[in-house]
């Protein structure tokens, strides 16, 4: 699992983040739907860090993750106090943007899993319209629920995806992959939030310099206010990557 990957790594409190821009995101993928089955991907920011600490399960995922991606400023910002600098911020929605190109060009198929009912289908025309040829194998809304899991697992594995997008949210698409990759025979599984409401059209995503600044969290709290006991997750991580610092419980050498 984890020691097949190559990238270098930044120790975060405890959980591993590749050091990747998002092109070398999208070589490192493809490299692993060349290399099989069974691949999972994680796109980590701080609230995943927090729920990570109190959840056992969902801290194991991370861990045994074969990629995780920084997808969050706070991730940069930490990598840089702990003397570990990551190199940019890898936005899960733009990791499904360019997989979709990756695959149009590379002959590979997606399976979009999740979302509200239609969501993933219209998502599926976006990057089709955009990306000619591109095959998207199944879509399907479903749930995480334990009983709906045999019937999905079939659906995917009869569609032979070579990537699965699951939007279940954070932890629960996470954990639905770990519990199911081997059955749904896919190369590679992603996480991915939000990114089909985002591509869809159905929610908006901050302006560009928003993003750039590291403030899509505040965007997404005026918008959606019922976020606002998740966003606490930011000061408490503040906080312990500072403690980390000032105690010395890490050094650059430890990267
Ligand atoms: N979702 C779902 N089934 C569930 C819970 C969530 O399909 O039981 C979907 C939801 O419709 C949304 C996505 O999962 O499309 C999660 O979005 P959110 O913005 O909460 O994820 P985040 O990016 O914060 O992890």
Same mark, same amino acid.
């Given at each position: ?74 991730l940069l910002w930490a990598s840089r106090i702990l003397g570990c600098p990551l190199k940019e911020r ?28 239609g969501v993933a289908e219209e998502a599926a025309r976006v990057l089709q319209d955009a990306n000619p ?26 569609? =032979?995806?070579?990537? %699965? ?7 629960? #698409?996470?954990?639905?992959? !770990? +519990?199911? $990759? ?28 928003? =993003?750039?600044?590291? %403030? ?7 918008? #959606?206010?019922?976020?606002? !006991? +998740?966003? $606490? ?23």
């Amino acid at each position: 699992m984890r020691e097949k990957r190559r990238a270098r790594r930044a120790d975060i409190l405890g959980v591993e983040i590749d050091a990747l821009t998002p092109q070398e995101a999208l070589i490192e993928i493809a490299r692993l739907v060349r290399a099989g089955t069974g691949h999972q991907v994680v796109t980590v920011n701080p609230e995943f860090m927090m729920a990570a600490r109190r959840d056992r399960e969902f801290a194991d995922v991370l861990r045994h993750a074969d990629l995780a991606l920084a997808d969050g400023m706070g991730l940069l910002w930490a990598s840089r106090i702990l003397g570990c600098p990551l190199k940019e911020r890898v936005a899960g929605v733009e990791v499904v943007l360019g997989l979709a190109a990756l695959c149009a060009q590379q002959g590979f198929s997606l399976f979009l899993l999740g979302a509200a009912p239609g969501v993933a289908e219209e998502a599926a025309r976006v990057l089709q319209d955009a990306n000619p040829g591109l095959k998207i194998v199944g879509t399907y809304s479903g749930s995480p629920r334990a009983e709906e899991e045999d019937m999905i697992c079939d659906l995917i594995r009869k569609a =032979r995806p070579s990537i %699965l997008l699951v939007a279940f949210g954070a932890p629960q #698409q996470d954990k639905w992959i !770990r +519990r199911n $990759l081997s059955r749904t025979g896919v190369p590679v599984a992603m996480g991915v939030g939000g990114a089909f409401d985002f591509i869809s059209g159905r929610a908006r995503r901050a302006p560009g310099w928003m =993003r750039r600044i590291g %403030l899509e969290w505040l965007y997404r709290l005026c918008r #959606q206010p019922w976020r606002w !006991r +998740r966003m $606490l997750a930011l000061p408490q991580f503040a906080w312990l990557v500072w403690r980390a610092r000032l105690t010395g419980k890490k050094s650059p050498q430890d990267c």
